[in-house]
């Protein structure tokens, strides 16, 4: 679903990327860990379309976006591509209902439509109670549940996570991990995943080790489809 190839990124001097290769296939959950400096949200950000490469292609179901022109690659992103991130980015001055609605309504989806799909995912989310609430009245867990249902909200091809967890404490980073597998049982959902998080990592269904700008390898954890050791 996702192939990536020969991407290399480069700042001025610094080469950032040099040449990665990569494939992510449909309802995968993948970990991306390394040390800092390695390259891994820069990674992410290509992939989400947010930053071109240098050179390279990057796949995403049979298109390739980095020949995109930049308006058809807003409108890929809004409606294939999910983000979630640290921490969460909601917009303070709406609600939690129309924080979920609004990549929706860019897309040009009826408002009824993306009304009944945020109404879906807040109640699978454990949030039907918090629709009308702003995220200032939002537990941090709660504005992370929000920022997935967000995400998802386009249906979209993959779900792209930089440190989702690092702002929780304990209990609701476990919360936030479980999600992601119940999320994949349900809607068959993809999701790649920068973590520093060695927990997280090790229950993804993959683990892919970057440093210095090169993928190192690839640990197949051998998860079955819900995220538990075969």
Known sequence: MIKIQNITKSYGQLQV????????????????????????TTLLQIMGTLDRPDSGTVMINDIDVTTLSTNALADFRNKNIGFVFQFHQLLPEFTAEENVM???????????????????????LGLADRMGHKPAE???????????????????????ADEPSGSLDSKNKQEL??????????????????????????????????????????????KTETGTEE
Not at 17 to 40: F, H, Q, R, T, W
Not at 107 to 122: Q, V
């Open 177 to 222: 991990h479980q999600l992601f597998f119940e999320l994949r049982e349900k809607y068959n959902q993809t999701f790649i995943i920068v973590t520093h998080d060695e927990e997280l990592a090790r229950t993804t269904d993959r683990t892919i080790h970057i440093k210095d700008g090169m993928v190192l390898n690839n640990d197949d954890h051998g």
């Open 102 to 124: 609004l990549p929706a309504l860019i897309a040009g989806r009826k408002r009824s439509e993306a009304k009944a799909r945020c109404k879906e995912l807040m109640q699978f």
């Open 17 to 40: 990327l040099k040449g990665i290769d990569l494939c992510v296939e449909k309802g995968e959950v993948v970990s991306i860990v390394g040390p800092s400096g390695a390259g891994k």
């Open 138 to 160: 939002l537990s941090g867990g709660e504005k992370q549940r929000v920022a997935v249902a967000r995400a998802l909200i386009n249906n979209p091809a993959v779900i792209l």
